[in-house]
Structures are given as C-alpha cells and as structure tokens.
C-alpha cells in the first residue's frame, strides 16, 4: 500500500535554537601545508567566531598530529574529529 504522505520528515530547527551562520567541513589525511592555507582562507573570510563552525575531519593520519595542529592554529574556533574512513579505493590498493 503506497501513501502519499512523505515517511522522513526533517523539522525545521526550533528559533530558540542557536547555530552558525555558516559551516566548514575540512577532512584531511597527512596534511601538510594546505590545510592551513584552507583555515587561514576561511576564517579571513568570516573572523567573527560566534558566526562560524569549523571542522577538520581526520582519517587516523599516521605521520602528522592533525589535532595538536588544529588547536595550535585554531584555538576553540576550529573543532577536530578524528574518525577511520576506510574507502573502497584504498582497500583494493592494498588487496584487500
């Protein structure tokens, strides 16, 4: 039996709500010195930080301390995750 009713329905966010004005999704694997050209190039673009959501997303890079270096660059203004995206391409890369 199909309806015409739409099963997923996103809410709007409620007013009482705060949330950024805009958001920046940054992901990363041994970055070098791109991803702070990228962070300087979005906060030169909006240095109000009560305005902002930055977030660099790490896939588990194994050379480089993604976090010490966001936190240096950053302060609280740029939020780091660190998360294992195994992707197809790498696995097959490394036969799997």
């Known amino acids: 039996m199909h309806s015409d009713k739409p099963t997923n329905i996103i809410l709007p ?4 709500i705060k949330r950024p ?3 920046v999704m940054l ?3 041994n970055p070098d010195r791109h991803l ?11 240095p109000d930080s009560g ?3 930055i977030e660099v997303v790490d896939d588990c890079s194994p050379d480089v301390d993604v976090e010490k270096l ?3 660059f950053g302060n609280s203004r740029i939020n780091f995750t660190e998360i294992l995206l ?6 097959i890369s490394q036969n799997v």
């Open 21 to 23: 004005r805009w958001s």
């Open 70 to 72: 966001v936190k240096e």
């Open 13 to 16: 966010v409620p007013a009482n």
């Open 51 to 53: 305005n902002m959501q």
């Open 86 to 91: 195994i992707s197809v391409t790498h696995l």
């Open 36 to 46: 702070f050209e990228a962070l300087e190039s979005v906060i030169s673009q909006y």
């Open 27 to 29: 992901p990363t694997y």
